[in-house]
């Protein structure tokens, strides 16, 4: 099996998926990758994908309060939104964000 990581920003609060939400992701501390979600909300390819996937400790951060403010919330109560997880490599992780300007939830998605 071909290992996998891919991401999906949900607004809860339009009811709208989450375009233009920086993320980033981060293996052990060090930054792998930066992207932009696209009006799907999702980013245009794996952020990860193949061998490029290695067992590890991954952080993603998303950068919920630019997103807001650029909305026109002055004062979002989240800002940057940090997911740790641990993966493995050879399999699929699907780690979406659900959030508002004042809470968040995320899962392992498929």
């Not at 109560?77 to 699907?94: I, M, N, S, T």
Request: some cysteine; hydrophobic content about 35%.
């Amino acid at each position: 099996m071909n290992g996998r990581l891919t991401t999906h920003v949900l607004d809860v609060s339009s009811g709208r998926p989450a375009s233009g939400v920086r993320i980033q992701l981060f293996r052990e501390g060090r930054l792998v990758c930066e992207r932009t979600t696209n009006a799907d909300g999702r980013c245009d390819s794996p952020l990860l994908e193949g061998e490029a996937l290695v067992s590890g400790g991954y952080e993603l951060v998303f950068f919920i309060g630019d997103y807001f403010r650029a909305k026109g919330i002055e004062s979002p109560f989240l800002d940057e939104v940090p997911v740790r997880f641990h993966a493995k490599a050879g399999e699929g992780y699907h780690v979406p964000l659900v959030c508002s300007p004042w809470s968040y939830s995320t899962y392992r998605g498929s």
